[in-house]
């Protein structure tokens, strides 16, 4: 699985770092990478055309890669790499997908909730989880629902009960971290199912 990382956070932010090591505990190659613009040390993102070309990049280097090029693959990340994964899948340029895994969709820019990010959703042909916190500023159970309703089976909605954007339900370390354990096991879960 290829894990994009959010807007604001690069691949060696713990969240990714934490989320990425657990996965591979559970049997999975797992892929991260720094979009261009966080690799170069600029704080805001590139273009939606340029992130989608990282993206797609990265997936032709994983299919080339002795070890990796067998997988089945599946693509994902958090918020904004999410986003751009489900861009470039819904593109149709990049076959054989096996399933798409979000983890805080964007689906609207906090306080935002007019400018929806899910239009292109539909054209997605490969099944797709949404991890989402029930408190996400970027997009709630509520909002997101109706629109993993409209996929018609293709998507499995997940909610944190009390997660914000990042997950997080509680400042209590041990209680997070548990929280953590279960959403990872309910990705490995998912994609074994694939």
């Known amino acids: 699985m290829i894990l994009g990382h959010g807007g604001g956070a690069g691949q060696m932010s713990s969240f990714m770092i934490s ?31 340029k992130l989608e070309a990282c993206y797609r990049a990265v ?10 090029k067998d997988n089945k693959l599946a693509i994902g990340g958090k918020s904004m790499g999410g986003r751009i994964a489900s861009q470039v899948a819904a593109s149709g340029e990049v076959e054989d997908i096996a399933g798409l895994v979000f983890l805080g969709y964007p ?69 997070q971290a548990a929280v953590y354990k279960t959403v990872q096991d309910e990705i490995a879960s998912w994609l074994k199912q694939l």
């Open 59 to 68: 997936i032709d280097t994983v299919r080339q890669h002795s070890k990796l």
């Open 107 to 175: 689906l609207h820019p906090p306080g935002n909730p007019e400018k929806l990010r899910s239009a292109h959703l539909p054209d997605i042909k490969s099944p797709m989880l949404f991890i989402q916190g029930s408190r996400d500023t970027f997009g709630t159970e509520e909002e997101l629902r109706p629109i993993v309703k409209k996929l018609r089976g293709r998507a499995t909605l997940y909610v944190v009960a009390g997660g914000d954007h990042s997950l997080k339900v509680s400042k209590n370390v041990e209680k």
């Open 19 to 49: 989320f990425s090591n657990e996965l591979a505990s559970r049997g999975m190659d797992i892929v991260t990478f720094n979009f261009l613009y966080s690799e170069q040390g600029r704080g805001a993102p590139d273009r939606n055309d």
